[in-house]
């Protein structure tokens, strides 16, 4: 699976918009992007899924460049209980192990 | 509906013992997955049981740590003779591998203490 790059941390203020990149510049083309999150002391939580077409579903969007290699998961309007570690992932969709990386440690701040 | 289940949610033992973990999945799920995540440390993929193939232990860190998964449902995660690097939290998720997403579910983990 191909291996991503995220920002360790970021902030955002309450009730704006969060923006969280990630590169994946390996991708292939049969791999998938996933985004997930760990909110403290809490198991992961899946939040969206793309190939190549821009997502959204009732927690986020998720904006996939044309060429694949970058994508932005966008949270439109970030609440304290959104502050969380996000993970970006690239798989295949043929089930097996999710590979983490260490994520971005997202703040939202009052 | 009833998400994924793990048991105990903290366990404390002494080096040297055997402990187990429990997971029970999302009932019809088929896949079944074992995670750990130290402190500080991101998380490690651990084991993989998909229907009744043989599973992937790719992750598996040393022969000391076995899964099993009886009847397709619940899953046991054993290690044994526990050293202080075994100190985690030990993540299970299951996904139901009909959908196209194979969106996997976590559940809220077991924090194990090695004293």
């Known amino acids: 699976d191909a291996k991503t790059t995220q920002p360790p941390s970021m902030d955002c203020a309450e009730g704006r918009a969060a923006n969280l990149p990630c590169n994946h510049s390996?991708?292939?083309?049969?791999?998938?992007v996933y985004w997930y999150r760990q909110i403290h002391s809490q198991g992961p939580q899946y939040i969206i899924h793309?190939?190549?077409n821009n997502e959204t579903n009732e927690m986020a969007s998720l904006i996939i460049t044309e060429d694949r290699k970058s994508s932005t998961l966008i949270l439109p309007h970030a609440t304290l209980r959104d502050t969380a570690v996000y993970y970006c992932?690239?798989?295949?969709?043929?089930?097996?192990?999710?590979?983490f990386g260490q994520g971005t440690e997202l703040s939202v701040k009052p | 509906g009833a998400g994924v289940s793990q048991s105990p949610s903290n366990k404390v033992t002494e080096k040297g013992k055997d402990v187990e973990l429990r997971c029970d999945p999302i009932s019809g799920h088929t896949a079944l997955y074992w995670y750990r995540q130290s402190l500080g440390q991101g998380l490690e993929f651990l084991i993989y049981?998909?229907?009744?193939?043989?599973?992937?232990k790719s992750g598996l860190p040393s022969d000391r740590f076995s899964a099993e998964r009886t009847g397709g449902s619940v899953s046991t995660l054993t290690i044994q003779r526990t050293q202080q690097e075994d100190s985690a939290v030990y993540l299970c998720?299951?996904?139901?591998?009909?959908?196209?997403?194979?969106?996997?579910?976590f559940g809220p983990g077991t924090r194990l203490t090695v004293l």
């Open positions: 390996t991708i292939s083309g049969n791999e998938y």
């Open positions: 793309g190939l190549k």
């Open positions: 049981f998909q229907g009744n193939s043989a599973p992937d």
């Open positions: 992932i690239v798989r295949n969709n043929q089930g097996g192990k999710l590979i």
């Open positions: 998720a299951s996904s139901s591998k009909r959908a196209s997403t194979d969106t996997q579910y």
